[in-house]
């Protein structure tokens, strides 16, 4: 099943959490993860225990989706949320909030830059093949940051996919 599929079958269509999955090319388990941070309301349940979702329903997670693939943190997305559910706000917010996210890119983009710079510098330090003993690499990596070197302290702290303002990170699958 598409997500075109669910869309076809109406507002009042209704599929199992396997179907939304498959319709949003989503994991089952970061569908529920959504739900329990909020980003996606909790659903219905079948007689069965079964979760039951709508259009509407995939049509958030396709969103959700898109904003983790441009890499934004979960509090974003939840602002986000707030305005699409909010047509009738200003969208100030929401250029504030891309102007921000921006930002922190530029900023990520930066601290790769110098990442890059330490490791071909790193690399330089063993230009022929020898024994492992006489490494460059590996006696540049066992001495760490060296002269004070804090582009480099700040590269080696920086945990991908996560920046200021985020709450949690990545979402399994997401």
């Known amino acids: 099943m598409s997500l075109a599929s669910v869309r076809m079958q109406g507002e009042g269509a209704i599929v199992k959490i396997g179907e939304l999955a498959r319709a949003t090319q989503t994991p089952v388990e970061t569908i529920r993860y959504y739900e329990r941070e909020g980003l996606l309301p909790h659903t219905a349940r079948t007689e069965g225990n079964y979760r039951i979702y709508s259009p509407a329903h995939a049509e958030r997670v396709s969103f959700i989706r898109h904003c983790r693939s441009l890499d934004m943190a979960l509090d974003e997305i939840r602002t986000l949320l707030h305005f699409k559910d909010s047509p009738a706000d200003n969208c100030g917010a929401v250029n504030a909030l891309l102007d921000q996210h921006i930002g922190h890119v530029a900023q990520r983009v930066r601290e790769l830059r110098t990442l890059e710079q330490q490791l ?22 066992s001495t760490g940051v060296r002269h004070g070197d804090e582009a480099l302290s700040s590269a080696m702290r920086h945990v991908p996919g996560v920046h200021k303002g985020g709450r949690r990170g990545r979402a399994m699958g997401s």
């Open 120 to 141: 071909k510098s790193l690399r330089e330090q063993c230009r022929v093949t020898q024994d492992a003993a006489q490494c460059g690499i590996l006696k540049g990596l």
